[in-house]
């Protein structure tokens, strides 16, 4: 679940972004669209507890993540946050076990390659475990990037612009998979993206509900 009420974030040497309320229900999706520049990743960082909000109140996750101090908002993300970023930053050293091994390092847990193996294999990566990032395709790529983002099941997974340059029937395959994924672990989903071919990439019902809720962001105001 996430809920904002008026937030907002002033970059020191940039805009002061304002962002509608919202409420998104555990297991929703949300589709966060809106032209280059309107705020869109903003809003992301602010959710992941990457940065603080300037002002305003929001939670996510059951927790009030404007009031998160930094070291407990790094323990908090690892646990609570999947982000797919839009530069996926697979270390180009390391194979793709490798590459999810030093995330769950990163998160604080014991390494643990049967998560690894069975989080590659739902997003069907699984034979692709030895190979170098520049070994795989842009989809390939990217479905790696999703493993290492569910890795420890979070309770929200945060998707910036994960059609950027795919040809339509990647983006379908990327959306499909995104919506798959977080309805496996019954998480919120939220896709952000100025790219007007994902309205009608997500169905219009899932499980009775409608597909996702939209919030759509406008240039902002300096
Ligand atoms: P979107 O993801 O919708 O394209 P962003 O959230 O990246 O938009 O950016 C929103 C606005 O904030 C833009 O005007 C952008 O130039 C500005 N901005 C983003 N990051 C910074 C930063 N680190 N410093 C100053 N301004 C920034
Ligand atoms: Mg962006």
Redesign the pocket.
């Known amino acids: 679940m996430i809920r904002c009420q008026g937030l907002r974030y002033a970059?020191s040497?940039?805009?002061t972004?304002q962002f509608p309320d919202v409420q998104v229900p555990q297991g929703a999706v949300l589709l966060l669209s809106?032209?280059?520049?309107?705020?869109?990743?903003?809003?992301l960082a602010l959710v992941a507890a990457l940065m603080s909000p300037t002002a305003g109140q929001l939670w996510v996750a059951g927790e009030a993540v404007h009031a998160l101090k930094k070291v407990a908002s790094d323990a908090w993300r690892a646990r609570a946050i999947g982000f797919l970023p839009q530069k996926l930053h697979l270390s180009a050293a390391m194979s793709v076990q490798q590459n999810l091994a030093m995330a769950q390092w990163a998160s604080g847990v014991p390494t643990d390659s049967a998560r690894i193996a069975q989080a590659l294999q739902a997003l069907g990566v699984a034979e692709l475990a030895e190979r170098l990032p520049s070994q795989l395709s842009g989809g390939q790529a990217q479905r790696v990037a999703l493993a290492r983002a569910v890795l420890l099941q979070p309770q929200v997974i945060l998707a910036?612009e994960p059609t950027a340059s795919l040809d339509d029937e990647a983006a379908a395959d990327a959306v499909g998979l995104l919506l798959a994924t977080a309805k496996a672990q019954a998480a919120t989903l939220v896709i952000?993206t100025?790219d007007a071919r994902v309205a009608g990439l997500i169905p219009a019902q899932i499980d009775g509900r409608k597909g996702f809720q939209p919030l759509q962001?406008l240039r902002?105001q300096l």
């Open positions: 970059y040497d940039g805009p972004l809106g032209p280059s520049g309107c705020g869109k990743s903003t809003w910036d952000a100025h962001l902002h």
